[in-house]
């Protein structure tokens, strides 16, 4: 089992950067493949960026690429995001989510689900 925290949301104007925090509970963090998403309201909740557990390997949405950067550290049982250059269309509730059983880029392969930290970009 494990449970994920996500922090550092929040108000930030257009062209500025945000560091999402995805906290874990469990000692298996390590094992897991990690994924952060975004879900904009009245839309579909839809991929941001992933990271293998060992984080070695990292892929990202076509809309992120060049501003976000996913990273994990399994010492802290935490995963990042870092996020520059945002858009207003960047304005979404992020959630992390753990455990991927198949194509990264779909939010039912994951096991597990933070709550979400919203982030708002103004122009």
């Known amino acids: 089992q494990v449970q994920l925290v996500e922090s550092g949301g929040g108000l930030v104007q257009a062209g500025g950067s945000l560091r999402l925090s995805c906290a874990a509970s469990?000692?298996?963090?390590?094992?897991?493949?990690m994924g952060w998403f975004r879900q904009a309201p009245g839309k579909e909740r839809e991929f941001v960026a992933y990271?293998?557990?060992?984080?070695?390997?990292?892929f990202y949405a076509d809309s992120v690429k060049g501003r976000f950067t996913i990273s994990r550290d399994n010492a802290k049982n935490t995963v990042y995001l870092q996020m520059s250059g945002l858009k207003p269309e960047d304005t979404a509730v992020y959630y992390c989510?753990?455990?991927?059983?198949?194509?990264?880029?779909?939010?039912?392969?994951?096991?597990?689900w933070g709550q979400g930290t919203q982030v708002t970009v103004s122009s």
């Open positions: 989510a753990a455990g991927s059983r198949g194509y990264y880029g779909v939010p039912s392969t994951y096991d597990y």
């Open positions: 469990g000692r298996t963090f390590s094992s897991y493949a």
């Open positions: 990271v293998k557990w060992s984080g070695g390997s990292t």
